[in-house]
């Protein structure tokens, strides 16, 4: 696909992450744009077919528009959704509204995992874990071969999966609420996505929570203490759900370490029923 040619000085900053930076339209409030990191024009050329793929199901995210280039880098134009939140920022902004963000935000997953999808489009949410682990250079054998029969040993589902669902990746404005950042996209069965709530809210360090969530670790657990009840069901208990949960949670130690490069003995923990 030939990338369409943009001016950068059309857009201003707007924020920035591990993969690129996010710009808004100086001109134009509907539009704003993601651009990688230099060499990373095969992934967004893939995030933007993969968008494309994840809007057409009906999945309620900002509308993808062109694939461009400013030259040197590439990225996606989306539809902008003016005045936003996230359910992360407006719950640390609105500590008092916890329960009523995560009870909507829980609303929002499990319509998500309601979603079936041809799972030729799209990778399933296993293979995926069996690469990272595979490419994993701190787990022994003997661990790798554990948790790889734990992957395989989950339930197998077409349903959708986001691929990182921190709620931070969950926006609203209004009564209007959208997922965002869905390069992960893929289908399978939904703890391996809900493992990721339960890591950013109660595993999770108190200074990351902090400086990517906007709210204390207490508050964040008590997010997660709403959120749980809602998505799993009002008749069972916490410590039932965080028991089935721990392993999905810990299982994201492939990813943040392929990241950071290092052992995460902290998120480690939550493998421990794995690889006793």
Not at 177 to 193: A, C, E, K, P, V
């Amino acid at each position: 696909m030939e990338a369409l040619k943009i001016d950068l000085n059309d857009y201003i900053l707007s924020g920035g992450g591990a993969n690129g930076d996010s710009y808004d339209h100086r001109t134009d409030s509907s539009v704003m744009m993601k651009l990688y990191n230099p060499g990373k024009d095969v992934q967004a050329l893939d995030e933007m077919l993969l968008a494309r793929k994840v809007y057409e199901l009906g999945i309620p995210t900002p509308e993808p528009g062109d694939y461009v280039t400013d030259g040197k880098r590439y990225g996606i134009r989306f539809h902008r959704i003016v005045g936003k939140k996230s359910y992360s920022r407006a719950t640390g902004d609105n500590p008092e509204k916890v329960a009523q963000y995560a009870a909507e935000f829980a609303d929002m997953c499990l319509k998500l995992h309601q979603v079936h999808v041809d799972t030729t489009q799209f990778e399933n949410v296993k293979d995926r874990y069996y690469r990272l682990l595979a490419e994993n250079p701190f787990f022994t054998s003997a661990e790798k071969d554990a948790i790889g029969k734990f992957i395989a040993d989950a339930p197998d589902t077409d349903t959708a999966i986001h691929g990182d669902l921190q709620y931070s990746n969950a926006i609203f404005v209004g009564d209007k609420r959208y997922f965002i950042d869905l390069g992960d996209f893929s289908y399978g069965y939904n703890l391996f996505d809900v493992g990721m709530v339960y890591l950013c809210c109660c595993i999770s360090e108190e200074d990351f929570i902090r400086e990517t969530f906007h709210m204390p670790k207490s508050l964040a657990i008590q997010f997660w203490q709403h959120f749980a009840p809602v998505y799993f069901g009002a008749d069972r208990s916490l410590k039932d759900i965080e028991e089935e949960i721990r392993p999905y949670a810990g299982l994201k130690t492939l990813i943040v370490e392929r990241d950071t490069k290092r052992p995460m003995p902290e998120m480690r923990e939550c493998l421990k029923g794995i690889l006793k």
